[in-house]
């Protein structure tokens, strides 16, 4: 699959994501999925702007680095059980798949692979 951020510079509209996301993932030969940085890009993909571009067969997951945990119940009932839902935030990837979430995209899991697989694991079984 392709990791996709939303565009940076330009912050458009939710309806310019689900343009932009919806154009790339038609044209992908494979799986995408989004990539929502709002402190790095400086727009941030709404719950209900990634429930709509959940329904799209081509768009399998996200990853969310917004850090904001509260975020994950509402992804979950917006995007269905199949839908991916990846932590992009270190700092609260735990916490993250304690609440619904899959697992994380992580930075930490370039230094230390084992140390994070094990972690995310036992917070999948809810350790």
Do not use: W
Not at 46 to 62: M, N, R
Request: proline share 8%; hydrophobic share 40%; aromatic share 6%.
């Amino acid at each position: 699959g392709v990791l996709v951020v939303t565009p940076y510079y330009v912050k458009p509209t939710q309806k310019g994501l689900i343009q932009h996301f919806e154009s790339i993932a038609d044209a992908s030969p494979i799986p995408v999925v989004l990539y929502n940085v709002p402190g790095r890009t400086g727009v941030d993909m709404t719950p209900l702007t990634i429930g709509k571009l959940s329904a799209h067969p081509k768009i399998v997951g996200v990853k969310d680095a917004t850090g904001d945990v509260m975020r994950v119940a509402p992804l979950r009932e917006l995007c269905g059980p199949n839908f991916l839902l990846y932590s992009g935030d270190d700092g609260t990837a735990v916490d993250f798949v304690l609440d619904g979430g899959d697992g994380a995209i992580s930075v930490t899991t370039n230094v230390a692979p084992s140390m994070m697989r094990e972690v995310m694991a036992c917070a999948r079984i809810g350790d």
